[in-house]
RNA sequence: GCGCCUGUCGUCAAGCGGUUAAGACCUCGGAUUGUGGUUCCGAUAUGCAUGGGUUCGAAUCCCAUCAGGCGCCCCA
């Protein structure tokens, strides 16, 4: 019979694995915690609308990459992302009145219908932070701050924190308008992809890859709009107080004039976290603040930053972590005996194993040092004098004790 | 969705058209009736992603499908 095969795109989380990603949990539970973050969680699918209109329904995750299906005549999706499913729930429970910010934290398996490769899975998971109700630039500073300090946190040092500015829809529009005028004349010497990106997202164009694009944006006339500073002066006034509160913390940082979000959700602040060790798929971290996405999607005016991990990245920078050893391994041949002083060990909080094969004594002790820390032989002298043997396997030091000070000696 | 590359045991692999498909790790058993992590012996793919084809003969060549890798696009 032909065996049922994992399905593309998704992986097992093995017992293996998992050291790796109880790092990641409990280092998020930890540091976002420390800002005041409170964790939520919310459902796996939602109404198809709420992506739609949140993300945004000209966004390549909208329009080709949802897990959308049918059921009792309502059109449901697998989150794309978490974003759009933690504002719903902020307007849902009436989270607005809350004392702000609010701050919220989570993680979890999301789901993109996408061609895998290395670093992109169609299911993966993301941590994440969400920041509600605070308009000031301390926000974004808080929460690039707590971006930064999770992955210091895990180990993670060989990153850059790249920076922009998109303006208000007003500043951008005008941006938008005068970049699309001066590449125009040039439009049909383009490569296909930047020709699509010219109406759909001209902020896109600017970095493309293929040479010959390059050189035409690298004209005089076409640089200047570039790196002209288009945002209007509130825009830049938020963005000027955000590095400087970002220098104040000692943040390094870049700004990269060609950072674009794929989200239409966000407005003026942008970052990315890269790493140069992860090949093409280089972002581990990916944020920015969408001021009007709680009022698009129906709730109070609520002005809001937040950032995103791609775990698996994460896993990957991180690399292997020691599984934990069990505690204590009971070496026994006496089966009644042997499973008693195990699970009398478990009740007394020390994780303990037992041969379940009545294996001879040499196979239990090698394979008490394979998975513990220490073994408890319990053999027939020792059942004799009500006594135990208790032995370091890292160290090979090995004392007989009387039973009633087992617990003290391990 | 497009382009290039790959697919041999649980894992890492040798094999490059000729008869029993190397080796290593892991696992299991033994050397060893109470002292392991080092050593020594033994066991484990009628099978080379799947389905067709070429050939006297195919893991080796061809085609398709599936899966994976890398790049583009996009994103975490």
Redesign the pocket.
Known sequence: MAII?IQ??TKDILPSDMPVWYFMEDNARKIFSEYGAKEIRTPIFEATELFARGVGDT???VNKEMYTFEKSERSLTLRP?NTAGVVRAFIENGMHRLSAPIKLWYKGPMF?Y????????RQ?H?VGVEVFGIKQPTADAEVILMAVNYLNALGLNDLSVELNSLGCPKCREEFKTKLKDVIKPYLSQLCP?CQA?FEK?PL?LLD??VEECKAIYAKPEIQEVIQSDFICEECSEHFSGLKSYLDALKINYSINKLL????DYYNRTVF?IKSNNL????????GGRYDSLVRNLGGEDTPAVGF???M??LASLIGNRDDEKTRAFVVSNNTVEGIKLAEELRRAGISAEFDLTN?????Q??KA??VAKF?V?L?????NSNQV?V?N??T?E?KTIPREELLKAI
């Open positions: 095969k593309k795109g966004t390549d995750i992302e993109r996408e061609r895998p490769q290395a670093g992109r899975q993966f993301q992809d990106r997202n896109r493309c890859k674009v979000r794929g989200l990315e090949g093409s798929q280089n972002a581990v971290c990916g995103a991990m791609g698996e990245r294996k001879k004594f040499v196979k002790l090698e040092s394979k073994a032989i053999g027939e002298d020792e059942l043997t032995k396997l890292d090979s090995q």
